[in-house]
């Protein structure tokens, strides 16, 4: 059961609902969503998904390995039929990899605390043959909607990026979003971006990446939960803010946001690219496309996030 | 070299080039397709990834692990931190899988004839440590434009699928363009319905499906070229028919749009609910989007494309 | 719990034993087992671990990937170091495989019945982060021992492989033994030949090597017992017949055998040519020496079984 | 071809051999060999295979993975069948791992220089499919032998394990032999100590750990030649001493010892409790095994190797 106390979406739609906050995204948001598009213009969220990236402490970096290369076929290798001449040849490739090794969205079956997740859901649900409730494969028609970047980092902090441990505050929320001019509207996906990402790259020791990083702090729950936000996704590994406000506490939020609210999240997102697109044009609202992979039972998934200007 | 007599499109962009005719989706054919949205319906393309799917003899079959699951933790793994109370705790999960396992995108360094791939590039240049030129993530932010679905069955079968070893014709592609009432413009994503992907679902015995199928024979690659087309997709594992119309070839076609055109495809996308959704509405064109993984080196990706009515 | 009435080992060599039947190979049975090598003859009884091996139909085929190759670098890729010329060239691999994919081992956290595995521990203990107690690592240090090879076709049928779903009984294994005038010690690792392996490399379609099997029956597990054999090895894929004795059962000398006895098993082990060398010299005892990779918290384990005649 | 002034046995065994060295076991070192086991004590340098581990710079590290768990089955999964009651339940596991992840053996299809491997296989047979000649599976025979132990710290360095950079000589391998009272025979597989490994799990930043080695210098190849060391196996990641001797060399040895000789390798050995075994019995020879995984076309294995006193 989950605490009466708290902001919670449980049964708000229906005891067997497994997509959450999804359940904001309406055909009537999505057609509102297609008119942002003015200048055609495509910007992808995706850091390169490739070994020596941000993966976290817990994982093991992807990698990615050549089943058959044109190197191969140089050295010998014969190509495919008698036509054309030399016959076809192809490369191929494999991955192993976590889900949530790049840019990647935390599904409803990722985290909760207690004995049930999102809904009441069982975590027995969740085993080694995968999320039988609550798989990211529930989501695979879903993230299309009208996107909304929150860039913090010129309005909370002279254009440097958020420090680690920084909380973000619904007010830093509003701020921003009162002076660029765009308000939240019910089943929007809120970017919100801290400059943090960048710095993995510029660091010679990577370790330090992991001792900290700005994000979401305690108030942005109701704030989030109030402007029925679809999904919310960050240029951070966990979007919310580490070392934890509450002393003790561990990445609470993924509680409150995922278990309680079933509100989904996007980790690694880099906005650079997409903060410079709208201070360009002064327009932070945009048509905003996400797909998950498909992947049956999957409590993660890496993902290429297009913002349409 | 390439045979000048063949259709390509070297150096039409330029001897760098390195995407081929996604090169032909521009801002305005974006914009223009984004208007195309009326009913705020997304409709994925994708089929689930998941064991025993319609994986290509030639590889092994996607698995998907978990490394924590809510089983471990009802079997006494303690959650992480003191607050809330018994911690936060996490799924998480792996896969190791042929980036080409499922629905999936053939880049421009999957396929080639010689010993050059699209626009020149020497075969050397794929090897074990990847793509090096070519790779799939010079394509991540594209792939988004007008999509058109050609429904073939109800027009060249009765609505019967097609059968294995029927070779799609250009004027098939007109007849059905034509009875759709849609026009293929310059930047069309086009998605090319047989019907045969449903049949591996139907089968008992899996094998029976890569004994043949419908698909592109050769007159389509001059329709493809003459339309300029950015990509083409379909709902069967090759695109092209087989067994190839042509005795003694092995998949030509992947060399004649890979290799000369620089036009990369989609396989195994599931068209079935979108072939329902343009019936019922009569409009066969809408906005596209079909993200590719940002892979660095990687010659193919798995995706999860979603049109948008 | 362990019933009373099943023969088993719980608490014969202590309440935290983890590694069974192995108790039984001693330094006497060892320094006696390495006295039988007369001819200095090695012989494998490892199959090939490669794709298209005789995979468990619940387990997916081993996948070997070079990430470095003699092709990479006749492509190009430079060696490493100015000495010698060219500098030094490495290739490199990895594999993704179940741990049981070819000839294998199964430990004590492979199988068992009811919430309680091998002396007493609780299921629970095998987690998403492996086998907390009686992983295989537990085992590293042993499996040197007598060998004897029992090799029934020749006694039992003719020298025709034995019949799927043929049960072997004890008295089967008491007439070979005699036959080959050899007897079974305390600390002996038994190889029992059927000659079923031989015919999933002649099969056409391999799914046939799945309907059944010859192996041990109900009447073996007395006799293992009774005779003290430290491990059991055979050219099948899972030991016992199958389909099983019992209606309804499956697999139940799994229970018996690694549960109640604390008896791991050898699976896929090719005896032939161990079969070959020991009726020409008429010995079918010799020093058996089989490690298991010391994979942390692991409940199986591939090998390569040496026989030391 | 190789420089006739440089050692090498090219053609000494035919110019079809894939074996090299371990042509040096015979049957008559293998039976003398077996003679050496006295007190029936069994001695694993097999390091644990688990993240976390000393895995060179160049991988990643292995990843073990349980598709089912105990805890699943405590969540609620059935067992299967329904004898005994409940059905029988299986934890099975996977790994992703480099073969070389841990304790592991280089082949002879590993390491060469120019574009020739040993015994003039031309470097275009180790390909995306693995190596064609020379691969670790030819091997699977062998490495039944007389091992034998240089433990150097005791005598070089005043039992301290050695530094970092410190080139071991043919005259330190003399020493010690003569301080062990052990004479190096053809057929051998000598093991080397040098301390350096368990220095690894004393760091706190692993990373130091890759600075540098103690190892074989150049005036041990002569000396390996001229006893017929059949292999040699040392407790460093990589055999001979970082950084090289040779200003601008990198691994020259991998060169001289697997491309010239054919003399494969085993790395990551743990030698310690060897080492103490030896230090007290005063013997310092012993039967050795050490299989290598029947892997088809690699270069590489991991490997448990047990030493029999």
Known sequence: MTDASRLHNWGRWGSDDEIGTANYLTPETIVAAAKLVRRGLVISCAIPLEEGGPVYPTRIQPKHVMTSTGADFAAGKPGSGRVPEGGIKFADDYIFAALQCSTQWDGLAHAWYGSQ??????????????????????LHRHFVGRG????LPPVINQGARLAPGYPITADDLDRVAASEGVAIESGDIVLVRTGHLAWFYELK??????????????????????????AVAMDTAAIEVQPCETPGATLPLHGALIRDLGLTLGELFTLDALADACREDGRYEFLFVEPLLRITGAVGSPLNPLAIK
């Open 117 to 138: 997740l999102y809904n009441g859901v069982a975590e027995t649900e969740i085993r080694g043959t995968g999320a039988h409730r609550l798989g990211i494969e529930k």
């Open 148 to 151: 909304v970047l929150l860039d």
């Open 205 to 230: 020791d990577k370790r330090e990446f992991w001792q900290g990083a700005p994000g979401l702090g305690r108030t942005t729950v109701e704030w989030l939960h109030r402007h029925e936000v679809a």
